[in-house]
């Protein structure tokens, strides 16, 4: 049974999902490898927030809010940018980790 959900509970990371999900010009292995990715970019988040916190701390011409801003934009540029170029490696074990047998069993094939 699905479970409705409002939008206006649903943050811009679900809709991005939602959407990837309903992208019929995508294959299974493509999106499995996008939520991989997007998955990967959250958790390089988690981390590179405190790794930055402090290079702010030295900022003294902010206030907390401005401070708090330019981190967020730093952290997700950051993350964003490490997750796409494929190099952290995460997004890689995760993908593998999501994909059917018979999906990864097929693409394997593919490849030879």
Known sequence: MAIPV????MSANHLTVERLAQNNKLTEAEKIGEVAQQFEAILLRQFLNEATKP???QNEGMNPAQKSIYQDMITNTLADTISQTGE?????????????????EAEAQVKR
């Open 88 to 104: 952290f490696g995460l997004a890689q074990a995760f993908r593998q980790q999501l994909m059917p047998r018979n999906l990864a």
């Open 55 to 57: 290079m702010l701390s």
């Open 6 to 9: 409002h939008m206006a509970t």
